[in-house]
């Protein structure tokens, strides 16, 4: 079992940055490509970065691709998403996900099979 809880989650302005943060407890960190989603409300849940095991790896939603990073410390079990240049249509509940998958495979949200409970960003004009 893996546990994950997110944290940074808050109310911002377009333009500003946030940085999340993931701490996962249980089985071992480094055997789990790790990834970032998001779901707005009447929306479907979509994929934000996800990060291979020894972080050499990171792939991006178009939509963030410039603008956010994903990084982890094995040493600290902890994934980070780094957001700059928030825009309206950035808000929406963020969480954070572990899978069992090389960071080639696990593109879609069915191959995580632990998840956080999601922290709220809000972007104001």
């Known amino acids: 079992q893996v546990q994950l809880v997110e944290s940074g989650g808050g109310l911002v302005q377009a333009g500003d940055s946030l940085r999340l943060s993931c701490v996962t407890s249980?089985?071992?960190?480094?055997?789990?490509?790790m990834g970032w989603f998001r779901q707005a409300p009447g929306q479907e849940r979509e994929f934000i970065a996800r990060i291979g095991r020894n972080g050499m790896f990171t792939y991006y939603a178009d939509s963030v691709k410039g603008r956010f990073t994903i990084s982890r410390d094995n040493a600290k079990n902890t994934v980070l998403l780094q957001m700059n240049s928030l825009k309206l249509e950035d808000t929406a509940v963020y969480y954070c996900?572990?899978?069992?998958?090389?960071?080639?495979?696990?593109?879609?949200?069915?191959?995580?099979?632990?998840w956080g409970q999601g922290t709220q960003v809000t972007v104001s004009s």
């Open positions: 249980g089985r071992d960190f480094t055997s789990y490509t």
């Open positions: 996900a572990a899978s069992s998958d090389g960071v080639a495979l696990a593109v879609a949200a069915t191959k995580y099979y632990y």
